[in-house]
C-alpha cells in the first residue's frame, strides 16, 4: 500500500466530551484509493473519529492531515475535495429530494447534471419529486449519501451508509461502493455488517474504547484471529458422543438436525468425519469470518 501522499494521517488523536474519554490516541494513515473501515462496538469513537477528519470536530490532542490539509479549521479549499453525508438536522425537510440535492450541488459548485445522475446512482430517480420529510428512512438515508457523492470528490466519508437499508438497497450501494473505489476515490467508513466489511475493504481499524486494537486487511486479520474452523455434520450420520471422540475436535454441540464440530484444523478431520459419517455427502464446512476476529477481539460472546 503506497504510504506517500496519504489521503489521510492521524497522529495521537485525542478527544474527550467532558470526563468521557471518546478518542484515546489513535494514529493511522490511508491511504489514497484505499477502501477503509472503521468497525467497533457502540460508543467506540468512530463516529468522532470520522468527524475529526471531516473537519466538523476539533480533536484536543494530536494532529490530523485530509489531502495534504488541516481539517480544522475549516478549510474551504478542502471542502469540494471530500464528501460527507447530510447529517439528519441539516436536511432541508421542506424541500423535495430533487432540491435538496441541487442545493447541496450547488455548494459544491458540481455540475447541475450530477444532481440526476447521483439520484439515479442511489436509486432515488422515482422519489426525486417527493419532499424530504414524506421520504422513508432507508431513502432519506440515500439521499444522504448521494450527498456526500453529489459533486464527485476524492475522499468519501460515509458514517453507517447501509444502517437503515434494505437488503438489495444495501448491495446496490456495495455496487456503487465498488465503482467508486475503482475510479480512484478514497473511501471511509464506518459499518456494523461485518460481512459488508469483510466483502468491501481493503483494511479496517477495529476500535475498541477510543483505541485501535486491530489494523489490517480482513484476510490477515482472520488468519491471525483463533477463531476455529466449523464442521456442520447431519446429526442422522455421527451421535454427539462419536463426534466427540474424533481427533482434532475441540468441542462438539448438537444444534437442531446437526452435529457442530470446531477444531484449529480442518483437514485431517474432515478425512475422520468422511469416514465416521460414511462420506461428506450434507457435510458443510464454515471457516473463521472478520466477524469471529471482531467479536474476539472485542470480547463479545
Ligand atoms: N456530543 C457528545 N457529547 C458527549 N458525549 C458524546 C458526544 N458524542 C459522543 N459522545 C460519547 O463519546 C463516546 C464515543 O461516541 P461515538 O459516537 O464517537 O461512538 P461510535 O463508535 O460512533 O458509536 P456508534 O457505533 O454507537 O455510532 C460515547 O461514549 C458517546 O457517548
Not at 460527507?84 to 423535495?96: E, G, I, K, M
Not at 450541488?105 to 414524506?134: I, S
Not at 437488503?167 to 467508513?189: C, F, H, N
Not at 489494523?215 to 450420520?237: M, Q
Amino acid at each position: 500500500m503506497p504510504t506517500a501522499d496519504p489521503a489521510v494521517e492521524l497522529s495521537d488523536i485525542h478527544k474527550n466530551y467532558g470526563t468521557q474519554r471518546a478518542v484515546d490516541g489513535i494514529s493511522f494513515t490511508i491511504a489514497r484509493g484505499e477502501f477503509f473501515g472503521l468497525l467497533g462496538p457502540n460508543g467506540a469513537g468512530k463516529t468522532t473519529l470520522i468527524e475529526i477528519m471531516e473537519g466538523l470536530r476539533r480533536a484536543d490532542r494530536g494532529t490530523v492531515t485530509v489531502l495534504g490539509h488541516r481539517p480544522w479549521p475549516r478549510d474551504t479549499a478542502l471542502l469540494p475535495r471530500i464528501g460527507l453525508q447530510t447529517q439528519s438536522s441539516a436536511f432541508f425537510v421542506r424541500l423535495t429530494a430533487r432540491e435538496h440535492l441541487a442545493t447541496v450541488a450547488a455548494l459544491y459548485r458540481a455540475e447541475p447534471a450530477a444532481v440526476d445522475r447521483t439520484l439515479a446512482r442511489v436509486g432515488l430517480t422515482d422519489r426525486a419529486g417527493v419532499r424530504v420529510e414524506d421520504l422513508s428512512g432507508g431513502q432519506r438515508q440515500r439521499l444522504a449519501i448521494a450527498s456526500a457523492l453529489v459533486h464527485d470528490p476524492e475522499l468519501i466519508f460515509l458514517d453507517e451508509p447501509t444502517a437503515a437499508l434494505d437488503p438489495q438497497a444495501r448491495r446496490e450501494l456495495w455496487q456503487v461502493l465498488r465503482e467508486l473505489k475503482g475510479a480512484g476515490r478514497t473511501i471511509v467508513y464506518t459499518t456494523h455488517h461485518l460481512d459488508e466489511a469483510e466483502a468491501l475493504c481493503d483494511r479496517v481499524a477495529i476500535v475498541v474504547d477510543g483505541k485501535v486494537t486491530a489494523l489490517d486487511t480482513p484476510n490477515r486479520l482472520i488468519a491471525a484471529g483463533s477463531a476455529a474452523t466449523r464442521l456442520v455434520v447431519p446429526a442422522d450420520r455421527l451421535t454427539l458422543e462419536a463426534a466427540r471422540a474424533l481427533p482434532g475436535v475441540t468441542t462438539a454441540t448438537l444444534d437442531g438436525d446437526a452435529v457442530i464440530l470446531e477444531t484449529a484444523d480442518a483437514g485431517p478431520l474432515l478425512a475422520a468425519v468422511e469416514r465416521a459419517a460414511g462420506g461428506l455427502h450434507g457435510v458443510q464446512t464454515r471457516t473463521a469470518t472478520l466477524e469471529d476476529v471482531y467479536l474476539q477481539l472485542t470480547n463479545q460472546p
